[in-house]
């Protein structure tokens, strides 16, 4: 609970480089997801604000024009 509080303040904050509060190492997207599976709103945010989901919509946009 403690972690998925953590998470959850970090991606309302907007950050999407997010590191362990313990040890400080980096934390993967898809363990930042399994640990927030119970907050689908909280995901949706933090996809959102990913700089992968912002450059896949860059690609995305490209390859229209």
């Given at each position: ?15 999407t480089d997010i590191a ?10 898809s363990d930042i997801q ?19 989901t912002k450059t896949k ?9």
């Amino acid at each position: 609970i403690c972690l998925e509080s953590y998470l959850t303040i970090e991606i309302t904050e907007s950050r999407t480089d997010i590191a362990c509060p313990q040890c400080t190492e980096p934390m993967h997207p898809s363990d930042i997801q399994t640990l927030l599976k119970p907050h689908p709103n909280v995901i949706s945010k933090y996809e959102g604000n990913s700089f992968v989901t912002k450059t896949k919509k860059l690609v995305f946009k490209m390859t229209i024009t």
